[in-house]
Every structure is written in structure tokens, then in C-alpha cells.
């Protein structure tokens, strides 16, 4: 797998939130095909409300939520105010409506609950250009399969109707009241439990810093590497600075699927979740009745991370300006002496010095430079600018 990027936009949708309860889906057929398309790594289907299409994050790691602009249209009824947590621990208070009726293909689902939430509070959610976003609480209602290659979700009643090979991968979970799955993984025999697994991750496994000192202490020799800074993104907006520590796991158990060498991401905050770098290497179903999740392999292809490389930082948009918002130590960002707040004005030529909303979307969204083994950057400090050439090396490396 590639990583190639500049930045690394990892975008979570995580909510806490109790008492979704209620909610019936009809299926005009035993089964509904659904098409999605990628933005920013994360699946945007459309659905239909009172016969107007709009498009949704289908986002197991959260719970329904719908735009201020949407919340005014004629079958959404206001219930509660209610507070809701982001996937980066930001609160506030939002407010809760029931929405008559959700068609997702053919698939029709009444008596839905949803927050409604300011959807361009964070620059990185605007870019998804989206009316709402699909959460476990209204998935909880039936059967879905993610197929990551065709790029087609498939919603039923009846799991019997899904091609399930005899030898595949079975993972349990626990859920709450909102339906999100929660599942446990070994490292290196150390169990972290309780991951939620996260279609609105964009990223691959990110776990606690108190599993990581566990590694650590037990295993001196494993590959690790950190970087520092911001470059998450909840509901409310970016997350506040962070360490985050990057380590090459050799051993690495999920459900019954055992692999090597996987790297893992480890923060003191934030949520951890198992996301759409590692789950689109399979097609994955998952059946609440049961509790369960099957990952059936791409083509038998290896999760493969040989190629994680980066140039060492992540920019974020502010007023118009880029701004360096995280560094990964012993980069070749972080050996030409780049730092956080520098205000990038150049790359490879191009004029970054005002950076329009639509711009900074073009820029994450299509990954321009993604090809490119070196780059030519221009920055901006203390009213100085200076130049620097920086190398696409691998993350993760002993230091």
C-alpha cells in the first residue's frame, strides 16, 4: 500500500450519545445495492429524503447526524437538546430530531433519530461536501456489506443472501444502545480492547498510549518512530497538539486473523479506532443479531505497508493561510529544521500564499504531490522565508 502523501488527513467521526432507540427499515427486494464514492478515504453514499437526494458519510463509528439546512425541511421534528462528544473529545450541545424517512436505495428506514451539527465547523468535514452522515444507530436496523473494491455497500435482511466464501475471517464485537462495535485486537500479546471499528476513519489502527508503554517496556527492539502536533479532525474541529507514536507490530491478531507486520498508531487522546486503511482491504459485513464481523480478503491480497512513507508533515488551513500543523520526528521535514506554525507559501513552484477553502479541498482531496519522491517547499518565518527540499522516507525507522 501506498502512502505517499504530504499530509495525513485522518478524519473521525466518533460520537458518544444514549437512548437512540426505535427506528424500522422496510426492503422493497431482500436486498438494496448501493453505490459510494470516496472523498478524503471515507464512503459518501446518496440517500433520499421526501424525495430529494442528498449525500451522507456512511460512518459506522457514528451516530445519525444531519446539516442545520436539512434539519428545516418538512419531516424532520425536533425532540431534545443533547450533548454529543467528537471523535476528538470536543462537547457540546446539539439538537435531536426524528426523521420520518430515510430511503437508502431501495432500503426505507422510519422513525430515525439524528443530531443536527454545523457541518463546516471543521475545514476538513466542509471539504466532505455533505448533508449528513449515516451512523450505527440507524445500520444497527440491518445487515451491510462493505465492498471496498467495487466501491458498493449492500444492505438486507438475510446475511444467506451474501457471497460468504467457507474460509474467511470472523471478528466479534460488543455494542451499545447507538450500535457502534466495539472490538478487541492483540500486539505483541498485549490485548487493547475496545477499538471502535470506524468506516469514518480514514486512517488504519490507532490505539492508547498506555498499551504503547506496555510494547515498549516488553520489547525494546521494535520498530517505532513519533510525530507531533495536530492533524486529526472531529465534528467541532481539529484536535488540540498531541504525541502520536508510530510502531511496526510483528505479531498482530484480530478475531481470528493473524498478521505481520502492521504499524500501529498509539495517542494519549482522541478515540481509537480501526479504520478504512485497513478495511479496505477487505470486503467486510457486518451483522449486529449476531455480533459479528467478516472480512472476506481483496483477491487474497496482503495488507502490506512496505511502502509508508511521508514527507514528514501535515499542513491545516487557517484564514486562508497554510500552516504547519505536525511534524514526524527524524523526517526529512523534521532534518531541514521545518516547525510547527511555519506558514507554507510555496510547494514545487505553486503559490500557496492564500489558500481559498476550495483550494485546500482540491489540495487533500487529490493528493497532487502524492507521486512525487521529493519536493521543492517555500515557508514562512519571522517575516523570513526559506527554502528547503524534502524527501518522501519511511515513517517508521529505529531512532
Known amino acids: 500500500m501506498k502512502r505517499k502523501r504530504i499530509i495525513a488527513v485522518l478524519i473521525l467521526f466518533a460520537f458518544f450519545f444514549t437512548n437512540c432507540k426505535g427506528g424500522e427499515v422496510i426492503l422493497n427486494n431482500s436486498i438494496s445495492k448501493i453505490p459510494f464514492e470516496y472523498r478524503l478515504g471515507l464512503p459518501i453514499i446518496k440517500v433520499s429524503i421526501n424525495g430529494k437526494s442528498y449525500d ?155 498499551t504503547y508503554k506496555k510494547l515498549v517496556k516488553n520489547n525494546s527492539i521494535l520498530i517505532k518512530n513519533l510525530g507531533y502536533g495536530s492533524k486529526n479532525s472531529g465534528l467541532y474541529g481539529r484536535e488540540n497538539p498531541d504525541t502520536t507514536f508510530y510502531v511496526l507490530i510483528n505479531d498482530f491478531e484480530i478475531g481470528n486473523l493473524a498478521l505481520k507486520n502492521i504499524p500501529v498508531q498509539f495517542k494519549q487522546n482522541g478515540s481509537r479506532t480501526i479504520g478504512n486503511e485497513f478495511l479496505k482491504n477487505y470486503r467486510v459485513i457486518i451483522d449486529w443479531k449476531a455480533r459479528e464481523i467478516i472480512l472476506i480478503p481483496n483477491h487474497n491480497k496482503e495488507y502490506d505497508f512496505s511502502r509508508w512513507k511521508s514527507f514528514g508533515f501535515s499542513p491545516y488551513l487557517e484564514d486562508n493561510k497554510f500552516f504547519v500543523g505536525f511534524i514526524v520526528k527524524g523526517s526529512s521535514a523534521d532534518e531541514q529544521g521545518l516547525k510547527l506554525g511555519d506558514q507554507i507559501i510555496e510547494i514545487n513552484s505553486y503559490d500557496y500564499s492564500r489558500v481559498p477553502l476550495e483550494d485546500y479541498c482540491d489540495f487533500i482531496s487529490n493528493s497532487i504531490f502524492s507521486e512525487s519522491d521529493s519536493i521543492s517547499i517555500s515557508i514562512l518565518r519571522e517575516n523570513k522565508v526559506l527554502n528547503m527540499s524534502l524527501f518522501n522516507n519511511p515513517i517508521l525507522k529505529n531512532y
Open 56 to 210: 451522507f458519510l456512511f460512518d459506522t463509528g457514528a451516530i445519525n447526524v444531519i446539516s442545520e439546512e436539512l434539519s428545516k425541511i418538512p419531516g424532520i421534528n425536533t425532540s431534545f437538546i443533547k450533548i454529543v462528544r467528537d471523535s476528538q473529545g470536543a462537547k457540546s450541545k446539539l439538537k435531536s430530531v426524528k426523521i420520518d424517512s430515510i430511503l437508502i436505495g431501495n432500503a426505507a428506514f422510519s422513525n430515525i433519530s439524528a443530531v443536527v451539527a454545523d457541518l463546516s465547523k471543521s475545514v476538513e468535514i466542509s471539504c466532505l461536501h455533505i448533508d449528513g452522515i449515516i451512523g450505527s444507530d440507524l445500520m444497527k436496523l440491518a445487515i451491510w456489506q462493505i465492498d471496498y473494491e467495487n466501491q458498493l455497500i449492500t444492505c438486507t435482511k438475510d446475511k444467506s443472501l451474501l457471497e460468504i466464501p467457507k474460509k474467511h475471517n470472523t471478528i466479534k464485537f460488543k455494542t451499545t444502545s447507538t450500535g457502534k462495535q466495539y472490538v478487541d485486537i492483540i500486539l505483541e500479546n498485549q490485548v487493547e480492547k475496545s477499538l471502535t471499528f470506524d468506516t469514518g476513519s480514514n486512517g488504519g489502527y490507532s490505539c492508547s498510549k498506555k
